[in-house]
């Protein structure tokens, strides 16, 4: 990833507003002459990154502060050439030598990007603190960050609010839009409403896109605002309409679905969605794949679907990795893919899709997917499968439970215990759960103690609830202890005594 760096200055002499942007010159064959800085210019300006990234070195190695800067600046970013960070660090810390101004922003910057190890957070700050002020306000705006986060010394609030106000009275509109902020909840200075909602109209009034997200969501919501559609869908399509990708996202999911007080417009939700996609908002990826996968705004399209399902998986978002692996398991734009779906099944159960577990688990009990990988959640899966009433769930576990396998003992257990589906038995229950408590399964030794302190499938035993839960406490569980803790005040010292007892000589203690 190329550093944050921000446009050249103009090189003193030159005047011209384009040479702000661009560096310039001509290729240098083998036997050419040096470039000069003109050529060098003239060469970025005409497009040849390369050329110009080659010719500025000489110059720079001469000791050309500005040659210096800019060279690092193309290192960082990655312009006519691969990206170079330590390069680019190492020339802005020439130029920094030198008295360069511009440089030190634009080093700071780099240190905070970070190297491939970890950010040098201590460095940028003292880069920042040597041009922190109204003059500089995106230093001050980013020592005012390093101050309030901690990362370059002890966290200081305070000093955080009056750089981030020093920022924002400089026109730095991140700076009002997290002044505000800083006010609305009291972070180095008293709460203030008023100044709070002072510094975040100011800032969206000017455009500051977070800021006018953040209007749209009170006014939305109505927290913190009278609630009023109206004028959030104005502050949302100013977001949108200047390019921020959650707020394209946002409103072209509104446009295309008729919701947030909008009529239906699927063919403009479409292309408020296409933006936001192609800025990488997961939301909008899948949502852009919803919209091909029904033809709403698009033409019906199960490839473009399954590719934009896929890019919002990738990203890691549960809903998007479910479709995907739908898409996978049926054969929907794409041949038919066992391996591929239950690795987007597996996406969106990690990302805790409620739909995604039952149909690995579904897999399971069809022979479709062993999970021999992960045998540790295979039953997991199944028993969702069983919840969601998949036939042959609870035969796949029984047979597991019979061949030993303590979690299948203890997804039983739990089936038996709570799901309506599979009908609840609480004999059942306590018998399987009390086998995996027993194999040294840790959440069914704390289960079988509370089931011992309910009466649940057995009688009524505060000295075998101590026992299990004091045993689940030996094998690291914090609920454990503190369950066991509350069942010894209902108890006698006698009884207590008797339950520790029984703990200690459990047969299974050390497994």
């Known amino acids: 990833m190329s550093l944050p760096f921000p446009p050249f200055h103009v090189r ?47 110059i720079a190695e001469a000791g050309d502060v500005t040659a210096q800067y800019r060279l690092g600046f193309m290192l960082g970013a990655g ?115 008023a100044q709070a909602m002072r510094w975040l109209f100011q800032s969206a009034d000017a455009g500051w896109a977070p800021a006018q997200m953040a209007l749209y969501e009170g006014y939305n919501t109505g927290e913190g605002f009278p609630q009023d559609r109206d004028k959030a869908l104005e502050w949302l399509s100013k977001a949108a309409d200047a390019g921020y990708g959650e707020a394209e996202h946002v409103l ?61 998986a990738d990203q890691g978002l549960a809903r998007a990795a479910a479709a995907a692996a739908q898409m996978f398991e049926a054969g929907r734009g794409t041949p038919a893919d066992v391996e591929r779906a239950v690795w987007y099944y597996r996406i969106a159960d990690q990302g805790g899709s409620p739909y995604a577990g039952a149909r690995l688990g579904r897999m399971i009990v069809a022979g479709d997917y062993t999970a021999d990988d992960q045998p540790e959640l295979g039953p997991s899966w199944v028993a969702q499968a069983a919840d969601a009433g998949v036939e042959g769930a609870v035969e796949w576990l029984q047979a597991r439970a019979t061949d030993g396998d303590s979690l299948s003992h203890y997804m039983l257990a739990a089936l038996f215990h709570e799901s309506d589906t599979v009908g609840r038995d609480a004999g059942s229950a306590a018998r399987h759960m009390r086998l995996a408590a027993e194999a040294g399964v840790v959440p069914a030794q704390l289960s079988l103690g509370q089931f011992y302190a309910e009466g649940f499938g057995v009688e009524q035993d505060l000295v075998q609830a101590h026992v299990w839960t004091n045993i689940a406490a030996s094998n690291g569980s914090d609920e454990g202890a503190d369950r066991r803790d509350d069942f010894a005040a209902l108890m006698t010292p006698d009884e207590i005594a008797r339950a520790q007892d029984l703990a200690r000589d459990w047969p299974g203690r050390d497994r």
Do not use: C
């Open 252 to 312: 072209g999911s509104n446009y295309l679905l008729g919701e947030g007080g909008l009529e239906e417009d699927a063919l403009r939700g479409v292309a408020y969605l296409v933006r936001a996609a192609e800025k990488g908002i997961a939301g909008a990826q899948s949502n852009l794949g919803f919209a091909y996968y029904t033809g709403k705004g698009v033409g019906q399209d199960d490839a473009k679907a399954l590719d934009w399902f896929r890019k919002a």
């Open 79 to 193: 312009e006519g050439g691969p990206v170079d960070r330590a390069g680019a660090i190492e020339w802005l810390e020439k130029a920094v030598a030198q008295g360069h101004g511009p440089a030190v922003l634009l080093l700071a910057r780099a240190y905070l990007s970070g190297s491939p190890e970890a950010p040098d957070y201590l460095r940028a700050a003292e880069l920042l603190q040597m041009i922190a002020g109204p003059d500089q306000p995106e230093a001050a705006y980013l020592l005012a960050q390093l101050a309030r986060s901690g990362r370059a010394g002890a966290a200081d609030p305070e000093r955080g609010f009056e750089l981030m106000r020093i920022a924002a009275e400089a026109g730095h509109h991140g700076a009002q839009f997290q002044l505000a902020r800083l006010y609305a909840n009291g972070l180095g200075v008293a709460q203030d409403e």
């Open 12 to 58: 003193s002499g030159l005047g011209a507003a384009v040479l702000a942007l661009s560096l310039a010159g001509a290729a240098i064959g083998q036997d050419a002459a040096p470039m000069t800085m003109e050529q060098v210019e003239q060469a970025y300006l005409s497009g040849d990154r390369a050329a110009a990234r080659e010719g500025i070195l000489p």
